[in-house]
């Protein structure tokens, strides 16, 4: 369910960079896992970038040396910064936070999505 807040998308030409935070609004207490996810329309959903409690991060090899994901105050936000970004990384960008609780989910919990869109 939509309950954290991402933001910092927009249009950005190839090569650029962006930052998403993400915050959860508040309601989130303690500390879990987060991360990023992406969907393009007739792409497969794609989970970019991970982080779990102990700061040990993941990243997808199609953004790998590209993409840094961090947290903010007490893991209770999270961060991706963009570098080098291609036309394919074109995508609604999701954050989430927690397990699923749900089969077919990613998170627990996820934002409304922030509109990545790179140009040539």
């Known amino acids: 369910q939509v309950r954290l807040v991402e933001s910092g998308g927009g249009p950005v030409q190839a090569g650029g960079p962006l930052k998403l935070p993400c915050t959860p609004g508040?309601?989130?207490?303690?500390?879990?896992?987060m991360g990023w996810y992406r969907q393009a329309p007739g792409k497969e959903r794609e989970l970019v970038s991970t982080?779990?409690?102990?700061?040990?991060?993941w990243y997808a090899d199609s953004v790998k040396d590209r993409f840094t994901i961090y947290p903010g105050n007490a893991r209770l936000s999270v961060h991706l910064q963009m570098d080098s970004l291609e036309i394919e990384d074109t995508a609604a960008y999701f954050c989430?936070?927690?397990?699923?609780?749900?089969?077919?989910?990613?998170?627990?919990?996820w934002g409304q999505g922030t509109q990545v869109t790179v140009s040539p």
């Open positions: 982080i779990d409690n102990d700061n040990i991060t």
């Open positions: 508040g309601f989130l207490k303690n500390t879990c896992a």
């Open positions: 989430g936070a927690c397990p699923p609780v749900v089969e077919g989910t990613l998170y627990r919990w």
